[in-house]
């Protein structure tokens, strides 16, 4: 004859009653969003190097190297100058003599925030091994490909000031400004490289989509032209369209660093309360994109 089981105190209890009386957690689970920015400043080291070694590797198998990362933007801004500056016309109310300064100046700038964007689209979709196999905040990769652009755009300054003296601009203490606006950039661009990354790990497409909306977005930006002697000469443009043309992020970090590095490149060339909106893309896309991205955490390498 068999005596019956003793009762287990945990007998009657839900599984919820379970975990909280044991401190068990849901694997996987999304951490409150102040604990998520503890794990990712925890994670620096990692951010750090996880975008140097994806910079060194980016041109490993080709025989000029590194030198690839000045190289492509610099024949780019040779083909812009040729159609738009020579063909176009594009040079009109800039002075002459630092438009070539001004194109390579936006392109190398414009380049910085195409490729962050480029890059985040794939920091999930394309990196679904290291998702999968460890734990870890899922927003160390598209920060790390942000931030392997910046390293990467700042290679470019060298040739940038190389050129700017090799046309007769030399370093002046305006060439100081240029550090704030880069860092208000880079968080611009880190909060588009979120946004798009969460988009990205479920619309694989959209990466052969954003050459198209990047290209029509270079366009509207002014990195060929000056956008204010352009709406000069248009005068059946209305003014909504001038004001979105020189309040768009993109035209209004390049003016900035223009206005820093290029003597002639003054004021006038500037909207209104030009840093003021600098700072508020910066806040506003770097908050909405990483609440963006931290709202899905728990989803990624998931389906």
């Excluded at 611009?188 to 290209?215: C, E, H, Y």
């Excluded at 001038?242 to 970090?253: C, M, R, T």
Aim: charged share 10%; net charge positive.
């Amino acid at each position: 004859m068999t005596s019956p089981s003793t009762p287990s105190p945990d007998d009657g209890l839900s599984r919820a009653d379970l975990a909280a009386k044991y401190g068990l957690t849901v694997s996987g689970a999304r951490p409150g969003l102040f604990e998520y920015v503890r794990q990712l400043w925890g994670r620096r080291h990692f951010i750090l190097a996880f975008s140097q070694a994806k910079l060194t590797a980016q041109y490993s198998q080709a025989k000029l190297g590194q030198l690839w990362q000045v190289a492509t933007p610099l024949l780019n801004a040779a083909v812009y100058f040729f159609i738009f500056g020579l063909l176009l016309g594009a040079r009109e109310g800039i002075p002459h003599e630092i438009y070539v300064p001004f194109l390579v100046t936006g392109v190398f700038v414009f380049t910085f925030t195409q490729s962050s964007v480029m890059a985040g689209v794939r920091a999930i979709s394309g990196n679904l091994g290291l998702v999968r196999a460890l734990h870890f905040p899922r927003a160390s990769l598209p920060i790390s490909f942000a931030l392997q652009q910046l390293q990467q755009l700042l290679f470019s300054m060298i040739v940038l000031v190389v050129i700017m003296c090799a046309f007769g601009i030399f370093p002046a203490l305006s060439w100081l400004l240029v550090l704030p606006a880069l860092v208000l950039q880079f968080v611009f661009n880190m909060g588009l490289a979120l946004i798009f990354a969460r988009m990205g790990s479920k619309t694989p497409d959209l990466a052969q989509l954003m050459p198209f909306v990047m290209r029509t977005w270079m366009y509207a930006s002014g990195v060929m032209f000056s956008i204010p002697a352009m709406l000069a000469t248009k005068k059946d443009v209305p003014g909504w369209v001038g004001d979105v043309l020189q309040w768009n992020p993109a035209s209004i970090y390049m003016d900035l660093i223009r206005f820093a590095m290029i003597d002639k490149y003054d004021s006038s060339y500037l909207p209104p309360h030009v840093w003021a909106f600098a700072v508020g893309w910066a806040v506003l896309l770097g908050v909405v994109g990483f609440v963006y991205f931290w709202k899905a955490e728990e989803r990624y390498g998931r389906g």
